[in-house]
């Protein structure tokens, strides 16, 4: 009988977990913990860390696990390394629910950079109006650019600010063309630092940028070990009858 664990926080997380109650699929939701309000879901939830490679192997074991989907965010990367880890020693096949990545088009303006340090660097030089969005977990190190002005739009209000000068939005997605396009004009914003997540909840201010003709600062998705990805619930309702099998994506 499938027992599946979910390694959630994602759009596509929460699809799942929708599909997999109505079809009655044994599952269980896992939140990393790093979003004070998370989402309900129509499944049983666990919230925080695992303990590493040996703490998730030992839970899949534990817990009778016998698929596990990583559906976390693509910038999640020690999360997914410790699953691809962790699923190998348990012998648990294990598949990634993806997004696909976001390309540039025509008008678009992206200078791409390989991480959050790059990035950090790229900001070198004269202050300028910048929106970050970077998430929570990434603003620290841009304290080293502290000639900026920064605007920040987070799911949840922050703990504490090194940024000596921005200003704070808290909202969740998904966001519109025309609303970040408000925005961007709103705070005469001259550069957009964003991480390839991918998807349509964050794509808006993209768009936005396209259309203002705003430069984005675009910071590439990590690189991980090799395993089997998927892109939609469909491909992973197949694969859950059938893991073994490569579907070539």
């Not at 879901?41 to 695992?50: D, E, H, S, T, Y």
């Not at 992206?110 to 790229?122: C, E, F, L, M, R």
């Not at 395993?227 to 309702?237: H, N």
Request: net charge neutral; aromatic share 6%; charged share 20%.
């Amino acid at each position: 009988m499938t027992n599946l664990l979910i390694l959630g926080g994602t759009t596509e997380a929460n699809a799942l977990a929708k599909i997999l109650a109505e079809h009655g699929i044994p599952a269980i939701y896992s939140y990393a913990g790093r979003v004070d309000n998370p989402r309900p879901q129509p499944l049983p939830v666990r919230v925080g860390g695992f303990g590493g490679v040996e703490g998730l192997a030992r839970y899949l074991k534990d817990h009778a696990i016998t698929h596990v989907v990583d559906a976390t965010h693509p910038f999640a990367a020690q999360m997914s390394a410790n699953a691809i880890a962790a699923c190998r020693e348990a012998e648990v096949p294990l598949a990634a629910l993806t997004r696909p990545a976001w390309r540039a088009q025509g008008k678009d303006r992206w200078q791409h950079v390989s991480d959050i340090d790059a990035a950090v660097t790229a900001l070198t030089g004269p202050a300028r109006r910048v929106f970050l969005a970077v998430g929570r977990m990434h603003l620290e190190e841009f304290a080293a650019q502290p000639q900026h002005r920064y605007l920040l739009r987070l799911v949840d209000e922050p703990y504490t600010l090194t940024l000596p000068n921005c200003d704070v939005i808290v909202s969740r997605g998904p966001f519109t063309e025309a609303g970040d396009r408000a925005l961007i004009q709103q705070y005469d914003i001259e550069l957009v630092v964003s991480k390839n997540s991918g998807g349509t909840g964050a794509r808006a201010k993209l768009d936005a940028a396209r259309a203002l003709g705003v430069p984005v600062l675009m910071i590439d998705r990590p690189t991980l070990p090799q395993r089997t990805e998927l892109s939609s619930v469909t491909q992973v309702l197949g694969w859950l009858a059938h893991p073994g099998v490569n579907l070539g994506v």
